[in-house]
């Protein structure tokens, strides 16, 4: 049974690897021109991978594999790639196979799968328990560049002047948010009394918070609210926003290119629930990673990107008088 399944899955995946040389050739391309990248993850292993890609093109001409899913990303990074392929998000678990056969077989082409190579996850002793690289670093290892390569935030150009404009008018047009982003995949969710607590006092300090419930359940009263698509966020907070703060995720990775170009600031939080790691988890509800590699801060802005831990209930007088002094 397993061998009849790993045959299968390996015929899935030469039968991508062969569709995609005859994608570049029918293009009028010769495919063995091409290095192909494979950004095998989900937001943040994206963010990180199309911002270094522009270095990457000054050694190897590009052919950027996309799961159909993130293709909106592309186009905040226009100078990635040479060529794109777009490809179904059912291949998603086949990453092992398709680096199995791409090393090894003759007249395959040579891809990178990112998320393999980089060590970028979040149990790496790299860069969540030692402190020794950064995400950022650990995808520039996996794409074989130095280090200290420098991320290229995402562009705003494709939409022309148009959002920077509206972000020079927020006072006008009575935007200005302070978005609360109470979601994400990546760790454990916070309470709802935690997100209601911020908001509360938000308020009260003078900001204008509005709360992203697209994939909130419970009862959010009458506080201000909007629902948005994954592009629209982007622009959302491009043009209407002051302040972002969510849970430490891959959007936030995103979103962060921002603070570079921007006076975006973001606070990207960290719930902790122990002292020290526990085996086998990814260490991010212990407390003090939020220095560590996968902080936000360190990979994009320092000074406009707070990282920053938060028990499960909200402390006014402790992290929210240290969130204020960042936010004002």
Not at 251 to 277: F, Q, V
Request: charged share 25%.
């Amino acid at each position: 049974m397993y061998r009849t399944l790993h045959k299968q899955r390996r015929d899935r995946a030469l039968d991508l690897l062969l569709s995609l040389k005859k994608t570049v050739r029918d293009s009028g391309h010769q495919s063995e021109d091409f290095l192909y990248v494979f950004p095998w993850g989900n937001f943040g292993e994206y963010t990180y991978i199309l911002a270094l890609l522009p270095a990457l093109r000054q050694r190897f001409k590009i052919c950027l594999v996309v799961k159909e899913s993130k293709v909106w990303m592309v186009k905040y990074f226009p100078t990635s790639c040479d060529f794109i392929v777009k490809i179904p998000d059912v291949y998603d678990d086949l990453y092992e196979e398709l680096f199995e056969i791409s090393s090894m077989t003759a007249g395959c082409p040579y891809v990178v799968f990112t998320d393999a190579l980089a060590n970028g996850r979040f149990n790496s002793e790299l860069v969540v328990r030692s402190d020794r690289l950064t995400l950022a670093e650990s995808y520039a290892f996996g794409l074989e560049l130095p280090l200290e390569t420098p991320l290229t935030p995402m562009s705003l150009a494709q939409r022309g002047p148009s959002l920077l404009a509206n972000r020079a008018t927020m006072a006008e047009r009575g935007t200005g948010y302070t978005l609360l982003v109470p979601t994400a995949n990546t760790i454990k969710n916070l309470e709802p009394a935690f997100w209601l607590a911020l908001y509360r006092h938000l308020v009260a300090y003078g900001a204008n918070p509005i709360l992203d419930t697209t994939f909130v359940n419970w009862d959010v009263g009458p506080l201000k609210t909007i629902k948005l698509k994954q592009d629209e966020l982007v622009e959302f907070v491009a043009q209407d926003c002051r302040a972002l703060i969510g849970l430490r995720s891959g959007i936030l990775d995103l979103l962060a290119g921002l603070a570079r170009t921007t006076d975006l600031k973001i606070a990207a939080l960290y719930p902790i629930e122990s002292e020290t790691y526990a085996p086998g988890t990814t260490g991010l509800t212990a407390r003090g990673v939020a220095r560590k590699g996968i902080s936000i801060g360190r990979c994009w802005n320092a000074e406009r990107v707070l990282d920053i831990e938060t028990g499960p209930e909200f402390d006014a007088a402790t992290f929210g008088t240290e969130l204020w002094q960042f936010l004002r």
